[in-house]
């Protein structure tokens, strides 16, 4: 990897946590605009080597403008970058998130965020047929060493139309299915970051590859793509 992290773009958003506000932007966009050109070409590494082990078919990299309509933060700078990686659908499923933040912040995840109705309870149906294919990927010494276990919100008891004392309901009853693997600041700027990134992502395609399987099927294994 030729590309690392600069780091000026942390030391950027410190400073804008303590002024974020449209002059001092304004002032200092030109500095912002060249750390936002080394930052891309490091998401696009990023993109370059998941391709060479999976099939991604965009990047999209987030703004650094806030829409604050709805929100009662009205600061209107991010003070970090993002962007996601898509797999290439209808066959494959899930996504790859790289936020980059100081202060320690910043974090890689992977998984599903909002899973659609129709997906989510097809995954909970999943488990509540079955959950030892989905056990024995979060029990793996080499997944859980980079990924832990699942992260994200969930309900207090149990689905409509489950139980709640059935054997698997800790599945069951999650709304998100993500993955987080945290990055100090140190970690950022060192010149393996990259590759430690792309290995995380890498890390995690047995549980993409199982996903991608469910969503793809219905219950009884046939294709519905």
């Known amino acids: 990897m030729n590309v690392q992290v600069p780091k000026e773009a942390l030391e950027f958003f410190k400073k804008l946590e303590n002024n974020n506000n449209r002059d001092w932007f304004n002032d200092n966009k030109k500095e912002f605009k060249a750390i936002e050109t080394k930052i891309k070409a490091i998401y696009n590494t990023v993109l370059i080597s998941l391709k060479e082990h999976d099939d991604v078919?965009?990047?999209?990299?987030?703004?650094?403008?806030?829409?604050?309509?709805?929100?009662?933060?009205?600061?209107?700078?991010?003070t970090h970058f993002g962007g996601s990686?898509?797999?290439?659908?209808?066959?494959?499923?899930?996504?790859?998130?790289?936020?980059?933040?100081?202060?320690?912040e910043s974090f890689i995840a992977t998984g599903f965020w909002e899973p659609a109705p129709a997906d989510l309870l097809r995954i909970r149906k999943e488990f509540e047929m079955d959950a030892t294919e989905m056990r024995a990927i979060l029990n793996n010494k080499t997944?859980?060493?980079?990924w832990g276990n699942f992260v994200g919100d969930e309900v207090k008891s149990a689905p409509k139309g489950f139980s709640k004392d059935h054997e698997n309901i800790?599945?069951?009853?999650?709304?998100?299915?993500?993955f987080i693997k945290k990055y100090t600041d140190a970690e950022v700027l060192n010149e393996n970051f990259i590759a430690d990134v792309n290995?995380?992502?890498?890390?995690?395609?047995?549980?993409?590859n199982y996903m991608s399987d469910v969503l793809t099927t219905d219950l009884n294994g046939v294709s519905i793509i």
């Not at 290995?199 to 993409?208: C, D, M, S």
Request: a positive charge; aromatic letters at 18%.
């Open 57 to 78: 078919d965009k990047l999209k990299l987030f703004r650094i403008y806030r829409d604050v309509r709805f929100s009662k933060n009205k600061a209107p700078y991010k």
């Open 85 to 104: 990686f898509h797999r290439t659908k209808p066959k494959l499923r899930g996504g790859y998130y790289l936020h980059i933040q100081p202060n320690n």
């Open 143 to 146: 997944f859980n060493s980079v």
């Open 170 to 178: 800790d599945l069951i009853k999650k709304k998100q299915f993500i």
């Open 199 to 208: 290995n995380a992502f890498k890390a995690v395609r047995p549980y993409f």
